[in-house]
């Protein structure tokens, strides 16, 4: 039976991910987007509170590392971890977006592991915090075309190359490395590699000043006769012709959860400037046609429309991976709604509340701030909307490229 | 009129038509040219096992209450609890078979049906086979679903405006008053007006609630109710019902003094009723008119409900409105994704297709992901007004996303085509003018 609700069972998750969003982020918010680098330490007692809730439940937990995806055809509905993950980082990025991306052991490598790691691999490197290298000073949305290369040495694969925009590359306790086989044989031989932070062969060059997200440090690494044991390859060893399109996949379960992140702080946004309004005398009505209202009530109701959109489609991108149904196309439709519109509302809400909306008094400025990011990693705007393009047009990536 | 075939009870007659219609489809090669033999195999399975189990009830129930002389009322729906976007095998048959309806049938028609101004009679006759207009008739009156059905209503409205929005709109007119009838009336409103809309010769009717204004607001309307000892005298003038010339029954929206925005059920005799065409920029199928009213007197129990209907009941009404004009415009969306992507994948410039640049590539993306939206937020103001759920807020952000991005893939829709989207050759120009009445209108239909 079609359902939009958010299931019951989900309830106390979501709930528990409000409070630590309002006792823990909200406070501290603007202290680490004012102490850019400086670790949040506070984070530390809460990634422990929050492995020992995934520990003790069955449905995933709040961070990234709870996506792994279910294998099921018995056709019963099945509301899972993906959709419950989606609902615990809603309500964290609802307080602080880069606190969340500074959690412990919930970074995106972390999720990349839980993907497609063996058994074995998830031993050696279960508990650990994990970051993703791809980005490289010449290779951005175009990870086919990194130059970073790992050569087979004996047991070892020896990496080389330079890596950018690492979130939480310092602090955390591996970094998981994109790397190619045999840069001849173009995307099928690039494989991710789990490096070690303290690998002698991984030089930090330096961190990152940004926009916003500052709380969350962005590194930058070169990687020089950077040795790893065979076992550090992610996957399928092989250069196949489908082996691309494989680490590729990694990001369907990855996009609806920066989706989410983008919804978080959009409802954050919304929900400080309703209350701001309001005390100004605008009441925003639903019954009412928006056009018979105020015109901040109007453009409001606008945002929240394009916010509720954003929420729909992530949860039908979870919702889908979930019960086993093929969403990349979904995965790419919520990321690029959700992205443009956390962009376009927290601007849209710093506008509507003029100067309280611009000072740092206020958290407004910062989600504005912070919100930007989230339409750039892990595939922008763009890659999103080509992503999309091909899948609805039924295109390969060198007719519409 | 009182034949055998009538007493055998509505709810089995009501699964012969959809029987029929699905026969005919089963027929027909249709299926298998749209790849859907099985799953309208599977839903019909399903459905006939529901529909038959319906009929003996209703057969039973409807003596009790006819004992309770109690207002006959759909259940409300029932949820595991769990997210989901599966509709069930039920609403699939339907969904199926309107899809089926509208490939085959409604978009060969529309053209012409544009042209004209003029819904064919045999699509007209089909759609009330499929059952379209007896949704919110509940089963002690001969309808065919036991619970409240907006879910469905709103994936038949998609299936049909996919075809085309005008004819939908025309074709699911009737079933907005046996809905609002079904949903408030008084028992004694339900028998006198809900037989008509499960036989044969489905009356037209109008759920007149639009005003000819700009900034309409259907909180604060301008057709006056009058309370004149027992009776009540309407005033005032509705916008863009369809195939008001024909219409036998109005259920009006007026201003009631001392109760507030309050519905009225009016037969097309009372005096003081006139009809003035008013042809518009689309839904030119549904042959739009004008009701003006003059001073029409109605009797006490003309109000629906009889006292009992609350403003929230008619909070309610204006909203299931705008869901269901949210899933005319989520098919016409869909209908325009579906229609341009082949043609910029054959349109050639520069010596390659079209759909090889991103400024086209990425304008389908759009539309792939705004109509997408537009429906997720569609079904989920419907499937919390049928579990008895608060549903104003999620029918204004549907109806704001359906307005904005529905208008936007209309216009998108015609760019992509260039001049051949500006002529009539294509249906996109038709769609484009469709579109923009998500956003105008109010009333007219029920879900």
Redesign the interface.
């Given at each position: 039976?079609?359902?939009?609700?958010?299931?019951?069972?989900f309830k106390p998750l979501a709930s528990q991910a409000n409070q630590v969003a309002t006792e823990v982020f909200r406070p501290i918010s603007r202290k680490y987007d004012e102490a850019e680098h400086a670790y949040p330490k506070e984070l530390d007692m809460l990634a422990s509170l929050i492995d020992g809730m995934n520990e003790g439940s069955d449905i995933g937990g709040a961070g990234a590392a709870g996506v792994r995806r279910e294998k099921s055809d018995d056709g019963e509905?099945?509301?899972g971890s993906n959709?419950s993950t989606v609902l615990g980082i809603i309500e964290l990025c609802w307080g602080d977006v880069g606190l969340l991306l500074s959690m412990p052991r919930q970074g995106l490598g972390n999720s990349a592991i839980a993907s497609v790691a063996t058994e074995q691999q998830l031993e050696h490197y279960g508990g650990k915090w994990a970051a993703m290298a791809i980005t490289e000073p010449e290779a951005g949305s175009d990870s086919a075309a990194i130059r970073t290369t790992a050569e087979l040495d004996g047991d070892e694969y020896v990496l080389n190359g330079e890596k950018i925009f690492v979130t939480s590359g310092d602090r955390a306790d591996l970094i998981v490395v994109w790397a190619s086989l045999d840069r001849s044989k173009g995307r099928a031989a690039i494989k991710s590699f789990i490096v070690e932070r303290d690998n002698p062969g991984l030089k930090l060059d330096r961190l990152e000043h940004k926009l916003g997200i500052r709380a969350s440090d962005t590194a930058n690494f070169t990687l020089q006769d950077c040795r790893v044991p065979k076992e550090a390859l992610l996957g399928d060893p092989e250069v196949k012709e489908k082996g691309f399109a494989g680490v590729m996949e990694t990001f369907d379960n990855t996009r609806p959860l920066v989706a989410a992140m983008a919804v978080g702080v959009t409802r954050a946004a919304l929900e400080e400037t309703r209350k701001k309004l309001k005390e100004a005398g605008v009441k925003i009505d639903?019954?009412?046609?928006?056009?018979?209202q105020h015109a901040a009530a109007a453009r409001f109701?606008?945002m929240?429309?394009?916010y509720?959109?954003?929420w729909?489609?992530t949860?039908?991108a979870a919702?889908m991976a979930d019960n086993s149904k093929p969403n990349s196309?979904?995965a790419s439709?919520a990321k690029?709604?959700a992205g443009r519109t956390g962009v376009d509302v927290t601007l849209g809400c710093v506008e509507l509340c003029g100067s309280v909306g611009y000072g740092e008094n206020e958290l407004l400025e910062k989600w504005a701030r912070d919100s930007k990011i989230l339409d750039i990693f892990e595939g922008t705007q763009?890659i999103?909307?080509?992503i999309?393009?091909?899948q609805?047009?039924?295109?390969t990536s060198a007719?519409?490229? | 009129m009182t034949t055998t075939t009538e007493n055998k009870g509505m709810a089995e007659r009501g699964m012969g038509f959809g029987l029929r219609a699905l026969n005919r489809l089963a027929g027909s090669d249709l299926l298998d040219r749209i790849r859907i033999r099985k799953q309208v195999e599977r839903a019909l399975f399903q459905g006939t096992k529901n529909g038959f189990r319906s009929a003996t009830a209703a057969g039973r129930t409807f003596k009790a209450a006819q004992k309770l002389g109690k207002p006959a009322r759909q259940k409300k729906g029932r949820s595991t609890g769990l997210f989901d976007l599966t509709p069930d095998d039920e609403q699939q048959m339907f969904q199926e078979a309107g899809r089926a309806f509208a490939e085959d049938q409604i978009r060969k028609a529309a053209l012409e049906a544009d042209e004209k101004r003029e819904i064919p009679k045999e699509i007209l006759d089909q759609a009330n086979e499929l059952g379209v207009n007896m949704l919110g008739i509940p089963e002690e009156l001969g309808g065919v679903m036991t619970e409240q059905s907006a879910v469905t209503s709103v994936l038949i409205g998609e299936a049909l405006a996919h075809g085309d929005l005008g004819i939908a709109y025309a074709a699911m007119a009737p079933g907005a008053v046996a809905t609002a009838i079904g949903l408030w009336g008084s028992a004694k409103q339900e028998a006198t007006y809900l037989p008509a809309f499960t036989g044969e010769d489905i009356p037209a009717a109008a759920l007149a609630v639009l005003e000819p204004r700009p900034l309409f607001d259907p909180f604060q309307l301008e057709t006056k109710a009058k309370k004149k000892g027992e009776e009540w005298v309407l005033s005032g003038a509705k916008s863009l019902l369809a195939r008001a010339k024909e219409c036998e029954l109005f259920v009006i929206a007026a201003d009631a003094e001392g109760i507030g925005p309050a519905l009225f059920v009016v037969e097309s005799g009372a005096k003081g009723l006139t009809i003035e065409d008013e042809p518009a920029m689309g839904l030119r199928p549904a042959a739009t008119g004008r009701l003006l009213i003059d001073k029409v007197k109605l009797p006490a129990n003309a109000l629906l409900g009889e006292g009992a209907a609350k403003a929230k009941d008619y909070a309610a009404c204006v909203n299931r409105s705008r869901i269901a004009w949210c899933s005319l415009a989520t098919g016409t969306a869909q209908a325009v994704l579906d229609y341009v992507i082949p043609y910029v994948n054959d349109r050639q410039a520069f010596g390659e297709p079209i759909s090889n640049r991103q400024g086209v590539a990425f304008a389908v993306s759009d539309i792939g992901i705004e109509s997408n939206a537009m429906r997720l937020a569609t079904y989920r103001a419907a499937s919390r007004a049928d579990r008895g759920e608060s549903f104003g807020r999620e029918a204004a952000i549907a109806r704001k996303l359906c307005t904005a991005k529905g208008m936007r893939i209309g216009s998108d829709g015609v760019q992509l085509l260039g001049g051949h989207g500006f002529v009539k050759e294509h249906p996109v120009e038709r769609w484009y003018r469709d579109l923009r009445a998500a956003g105008v209108m109010e009333g007219a239909l029920l879900v």
């Open positions: 039976m079609i359902n939009l609700e958010i299931p019951k069972k509905n099945r509301n959709l639903y019954d009412i046609p928006a056009n018979n109701l606008e929240e429309a394009d509720e959109a954003a729909l489609l949860l039908q919702w196309l979904q439709m690029a709604k763009q999103q909307l080509l999309i393009a091909r609805l047009l039924k295109k007719e519409l490229r | -």
